[in-house]
T-cell receptor
Framework: NAGVTQTPKFQVLKTGQSMTLQCAQD?????MYWYRQDPGMGLRLIYYSASEGTTDKGEVPNGYNVSRLNKREFSLRLESAAPSQTSVYFC?????????????FGQGTRLTVV | RKEVEQDPGPFNVPEGATVAFNCTYSNSASQSFFWYRQDCRKEPKLLMSVYSSGNEDGRFTAQLNRASQYISLLIRDSKLSDSATYLCVVKGATTDSWGKLQFGAGTQVVVTP
């Protein structure tokens, strides 16, 4: 049972570099999400996708772009990394649009921008 | 003001003791409430949903107080394995998608031998 798989688990970038965080789920969930978590703060939503083909901004979208490639995959791209983007990034998925089903999280990507 | 606020702790609890902590939310239209558990910056995992009438799952009891806009979590007979950060999660009106979940910053619980 893979659940939600994120890659990479760790990454160090130089300021200005770009990278894509990959996320895939095998639970046939409609909705997928990207969060970031910083020390002393809760999870903050960056972008989410309620269904294949749709994406919406969350609380902190600046500096990020996303692609819902298909129902399984939702990637997060940093076009020009900044030190303020040093964080732990979590991808999550859940089943029903508009309703609640348990959200499952990936193991996280620990990103450091120097 | 944050939409979901939690006492960050840490709550230091002797093994076998009871610990309780609250989470306040600002949006009175919030409809769904949950407690998640997070270990050492690993991924959060659902601990339990919180129902209007209150609910219990083994040693864990969750309560909702809509009038005062807070939810609570009580852990009885604390185990060393209960040491973690407990995240309060609040969801908006039912028409909102899952993406409208608001997370608290978490309450750290440390159970000591």
């Amino acid at each position: 049972n893979a659940g939600v798989t994120q890659t990479p688990k760790f990454q160090v970038l130089k300021t200005g570099q770009s990278m894509t965080l990959q996320c895939a789920q095998d639970m046939n969930h409609n909705s997928m999400y990207w969060y970031r978590q910083d020390p002393g703060m809760g999870l903050r939503l960056i972008y989410y996708s309620a269904s294949e083909g749709t994406t919406d901004k969350g609380e902190v979208p600046n500096g990020y772009n996303v692609s819902r490639l298909n129902k399984r995959e939702f990637s997060l791209r940093l076009e020009s990394a900044a030190p303020s983007q040093t964080s732990v990034y979590f991808c999550a998925s859940s089943g029903a649009e508009g309703g609640f089903t348990e959200a499952f999280f990936g193991q996280g990507t620990r990103l450091t921008v120097v | 003001r944050k939409e979901v606020e939690q006492d960050p702790g840490p709550f230091n609890v002797p093994e076998g003791a009871t610990v309780a902590f609250n989470c306040t939310y600002s949006n009175s239209a919030s409809q769904s409430f949950f407690w998640y558990r997070q270990d050492c910056r690993k991924e959060p995992k659902l601990l339990m949903s919180v129902y209007s009438s209150g609910n219990e799952d083994g040693r864990f009891t969750a309560q909702l107080n809509r009038a005062s806009q807070y939810i609570s979590l009580l852990i009885r007979d604390s185990k060393l394995s209960d040491s973690a950060t407990y995240l309060c999660v609040v969801k908006g009106a039912t028409t909102d998608s899952w993406g409208k979940l608001q997370f608290g910053a978490g309450t750290q619980v440390v159970v000591t031998p």
